[in-house]
Structures are given as C-alpha cells and as structure tokens.
Nanobody, 123 residues
Framework: QVQLVESGGGLVQAGGSLRLSCAAS????????MGWFRQAPGKEREFVAA????????YYVDSAKGRFSISRDNAKNTVYLQMNSLKPEDTAVYYC????????????????WGQGTQVTVSS
C-alpha cells in the first residue's frame, strides 16, 4: 500500500505556472505508475498525465500537451506536475494517484489516491 500527499496548489493568474508535488510513503513507490487527475466543480474527475514506474512511458491529455510536464524522482518517492501557461479552465482540485500497471489513464485503474490540492487560475 502507498499513501500520497499532494502539495503546491494555489491561486495563480492566467498565463502563470505552478509545480505540484506528490510525496509517497509506504512500500515500493518505484513500482507504481503515477498519474495526475483533476476534478472541477460539477464535473467528473479526469485524467491529466501519467508516468510509468521507470519513466519510460509518459502520457498527457490533449489539453495538457505542450503546457504540463510530469516527472518523478524515485529516490525521493515524489512525482511532480509542472504546469505552465495556465488557463482558467485548468481550475480544479488536482489529485495524484498510483496504479499497479502501466499505460492506464482511467480513474478506475488507479488504486491509491491523495486528498488533492486546489489549483485556481484567475482570468
């Protein structure tokens, strides 16, 4: 089992940047595929980005391509989401999650979740 704690959210103006971090504790962080998801008010939770255990597979939702970058540091048990050129429509609670298998982008494929961190982008 792994416990996840997100940080780095906040209020930023459109065009600005934020870097989210997700610190993991527990067993075998390096064995998990890690994902970032977000949920805006009144909407379903949606996939944003994911990275495989060794970093060889990375995938983004179309709206994040070219603006967001996911990375991980297995020595620090941490996964990051660098978000640039933020837009008001990026406003949401951002969650990190861990999956046992690579190549997964659906909410149901992820076994462990953090509590989320709020990102608010003002226009």
């Amino acid at each position: 089992q792994v416990q996840l704690v997100e940080s780095g959210g906040g209020l930023v103006q459109a065009g600005g940047s934020l870097r989210l971090s997700c610190a993991a504790s527990g067993r075998s962080f390096s064995a998990y595929t890690m994902g970032w998801f977000r949920q805006a008010p009144g909407k379903e939770r949606e996939f944003v980005a994911a990275i495989s255990s060794g970093g060889g597979w990375i995938y983004y939702v179309d709206s994040a391509k070219g603006r967001f970058s996911i990375s991980r540091d297995n020595a620090k048990n941490t996964v990051y989401l660098q978000m640039n050129s933020l837009k008001p429509e990026d406003t949401a609670v951002y969650y990190c999650a861990a999956a046992h298998y690579s190549g997964r982008t659906s909410v149901g494929a992820y076994d462990y979740w953090g509590q989320g961190t709020q990102v608010t982008v003002s226009s």
